[in-house]
Structure formats: structure tokens, C-alpha cells
């Protein structure tokens, strides 16, 4: 009787990806030689993974948002400047990834037709950071904020794939890049205080007062929303 061959998910199919990304790149080739060392069939492959290896390269990025965030719930970041913070968030990231398959995955996000999905990974990396430091921002700031923090990471990102150095050039990369953000927010208030700029910087808050970030809970009068009830009086 053939043995039957165990459950396949998707973790556990990333990892059996993984050493082949370095040599065939998040590929087909990569993904079936990963599904062929689990035994696993074509449908559950396509099931798993319907866009095929591209689908496994989404799934490694948010693992590795995942255990960035655990770090950062594991530490103690209230003993350190908002700064420190943001810092640590960032090598945290870089700490749980591999650099042959970031960079494989950087060449596959760069493509045209994947571009928009790789600037989305980014961006989600930028919100989570953001919401694991307790960001309670709900308008335009919400966005700035993304905006310039995904901007950091990608930099950081690609200073880090030619980095050479064991890390300590990195780290001061990130300093340098966290520092020049500060400077940028230092100079924004300095123009809503000052007495030529300010009324410019008012008008334009003013502008953008109706904008809010997108909400993270279906409305609650939309056809198969459900809350469960509070607890019972008496």
C-alpha cells in the first residue's frame, strides 16, 4: 500500500523552497523542487499557491513581518527614544531575513508586472512598524508617516544587500536615514511656527483636514457585518 504523503502547508512548503531560491530565484523550478522533497501534489501546490512562486515570495516577506513584530513586542521599547525605536524595528526586519532571498525577491518585485505588489509588501512593512509602536494617527499624518518610513526601509534594504561590512555599516545607514527623517520633521514644525511660512502650512493643514486613513473595521451598517453582543444586564 503506497504511503500516504503528509499534510502540506504553506510555511512548510516555503521552507522547502527556501535553498533552492538562491540558485533558481523564487521560480517554478525553485517550487517544484521544494513540493518534489514534500511529496506534495500539483493541486495542493495550486492550492496552496495559485499565482505559483510568486505567491511564496508575498508569504516570505510577511513572515518576515511577523517576526519582526514579535521581536518588537518582546522588548522593551518604552526605555528608548522614539528614534531608538523606529532603529530597532528596522534591524529587526533585516535580523530575520535572508539576503540571497531578499535579493531575489527584490529582482522579482522590480519586475513591471509585480511592481505594484512588491511597493505594496513595502508599504505593509512600513504599517505594521508604525502599528506596533502604538501609531494612533487617523489622518494625512497616518500616511506621511508610511510614506517616508517605507521610503527608509527600501533604502535601508538595498544598502544592506551590497553591505559588506558584517552589519555595522548598515547600522549606522539606518541612523543616518532615521536622523535625516528627524531633521525633515524638525524643519516642518519650524515652518508651521515661523511667521512667512506658517499661514501657508496652515492653509495646507487646513486643506488636508478631511483626509483619514483607511478603516480597519467593516462599517458596521453593511449587509454581513457581525458583533458579538456585550454581556446581559441583571
Same mark, same amino acid.
Given at each position: 500500500?503506497?504511503?500516504?504523503?503528509?499534510?502540506?502547508?504553506?510555511?512548510?512548503?516555503?521552507?522547502?523552497? $527556501?535553498?533552492?531560491?538562491?540558485?533558481?530565484?523564487?521560480?517554478?523550478?525553485?517550487?517544484?523542487?521544494?513540493?518534489?522533497?514534500?511529496?506534495a501534489d500539483e493541486q495542493t501546490i495550486k492550492a496552496l499557491c495559485p499565482r505559483g512562486a510568486i505567491d511564496l515570495a508575498v508569504a516570505y516577506h510577511n513572515r518576515g513581518d511577523d517576526e519582526m513584530a514579535a521581536?518588537?513586542?518582546?522588548? !522593551?521599547?518604552?526605555?528608548?527614544?522614539?528614534?531608538?525605536?523606529?532603529?530597532?524595528? $528596522?534591524?529587526?526586519?533585516?535580523?530575520?531575513?535572508?539576503?540571497?532571498?531578499?535579493?531575489?525577491? +527584490?529582482?522579482?518585485?522590480?519586475?513591471?508586472?509585480?511592481?505594484?505588489?512588491?511597493?505594496?509588501?513595502?508599504?505593509?512593512?512600513? !504599517?505594521?512598524?508604525?502599528?506596533?509602536?502604538?501609531? +494612533?494617527?487617523?489622518?494625512?499624518?497616518?500616511?506621511?508617516?508610511?510614506?517616508?518610513?517605507?521610503?527608509?526601509?527600501?533604502?535601508?534594504?538595498?544598502?544592506?544587500?551590497? !553591505?559588506?561590512?558584517?552589519?555595522?555599516?548598515?547600522?549606522?545607514?539606518?541612523?543616518?536615514?532615521?536622523?535625516?527623517?528627524?531633521?525633515?520633521?524638525?524643519?516642518?514644525?519650524?515652518?508651521?511656527?515661523?511667521?512667512?511660512?506658517?499661514? $501657508?502650512?496652515?492653509?495646507?493643514?487646513?486643506?488636508?483636514?478631511?483626509?483619514?486613513?483607511?478603516?480597519?473595521?467593516?462599517?458596521?451598517?453593511?449587509?454581513?457585518?457581525?458583533?458579538?453582543?456585550?454581556?446581559?444586564?441583571?
Amino acid at each position: 500500500m503506497p504511503k500516504r504523503a503528509k499534510p502540506v502547508d504553506l510555511q512548510g512548503l516555503l521552507d522547502a523552497v $527556501l535553498p533552492h531560491v538562491a540558485f533558481d530565484g523564487w521560480s517554478e523550478a525553485a517550487l517544484k523542487a521544494g513540493a518534489a522533497e514534500l511529496g506534495a501534489d500539483e493541486q495542493t501546490i495550486k492550492a496552496l499557491c495559485p499565482r505559483g512562486a510568486i505567491d511564496l515570495a508575498v508569504a516570505y516577506h510577511n513572515r518576515g513581518d511577523d517576526e519582526m513584530a514579535a521581536a518588537m513586542a518582546g522588548a !522593551d521599547l518604552g526605555a528608548m527614544r522614539y528614534s531608538a525605536r523606529v532603529a530597532f524595528a $528596522l534591524r529587526q526586519r533585516l535580523a530575520h531575513a535572508d539576503r540571497e532571498a531578499v535579493r531575489r525577491g +527584490t529582482a522579482l518585485f522590480s519586475l513591471p508586472h509585480h511592481a505594484a505588489e512588491g511597493a505594496a509588501l513595502i508599504w505593509g512593512t512600513a !504599517d505594521r512598524i508604525w502599528n506596533e509602536l502604538g501609531d +494612533t494617527s487617523r489622518d494625512v499624518n497616518w500616511y506621511s508617516k508610511r510614506a517616508i518610513l517605507s521610503a527608509v526601509y527600501s533604502s535601508v534594504v538595498l544598502f544592506w544587500l551590497g !553591505d559588506e561590512s558584517g552589519g555595522e555599516a548598515t547600522d549606522a545607514f539606518i541612523d543616518r536615514r532615521i536622523e535625516n527623517v528627524m531633521q525633515f520633521e524638525m524643519a516642518k514644525a519650524q515652518l508651521r511656527d515661523s511667521k512667512a511660512f506658517g499661514p $501657508l502650512m496652515k492653509g495646507l493643514g487646513q486643506a488636508l483636514s478631511g483626509v483619514r486613513a483607511p478603516r480597519r473595521e467593516p462599517a458596521s451598517d453593511l449587509p454581513g457585518h457581525w458583533a458579538p453582543e456585550g454581556p446581559k444586564e441583571g
